[in-house]
């Protein structure tokens, strides 16, 4: 996991309440995801960044909303969590984006993982 | 869209064994493929990438082969250790903007 952190690890919040995952990376990758994982779906992309305050929607962007204000930081918001919403989250980086000669570009690196309950 | 199916859902061999797992994936129009190994509780730790112009790749006790035109593409693991206990997740990078995975084979290796 070294170069990108995910905040909090854990959390339990209520239905209606609103939550906000912060991913921190420090090897100035362009490329910021957010997938969440579910037993039986695999991972799968909520939204994704492209730049600074370039971002765009994901395969289940419903309920959620992301923020990427500086390079190094992608912020996932739940503005009013629903108990489908308890998953892992994960945040990945990738220093390319769909395709460079350099394969090591291509490698997408994830955080730890951030567990949410939403009771 | 893209589905990616990895069988069998778990594996169970003792150790010393060699073993393979398998990926398949519907559209073969990819840009790569990525073998990762999950442990309990962690994130996800890439283990190989496979540009879709090559065929495989090796990195230790590990190969990955990738047949683009059948869909499929494997990972070979050599001498199995209980220490390669976890999940492995295979996943494909298409011309969308998306990394479809699978949904793991769980390995157990058995001392």
Redesign the interface.
Known sequence: DAGITQSPRHKVTETGTPVTLRCHQTENHRYMYWYRQDPGHGLRLIHYSYGVKDTDKGEVSDGYSVSRSKTEDFLLTLESATSSQTSVYFCAISHSYTYSIDSGANVLTFGAGSRLTVL | KQE?TQIPAALSVPEGENLVLNCSFTDSAI??L?W?RQDP??????LL?I??S?REQTSGRLNASLDKSSGRSTLYIAASQPGDSATY?C?V?T?A???F????TRLTVIP
């Open positions: 990616v840009y790569n990525q990762f509780g962690k994130g996800l730790t890439s990438l540009q879709s090559q997740l996943a990078k011309g903007n998306n990394l995975f699978g949904t793991g």
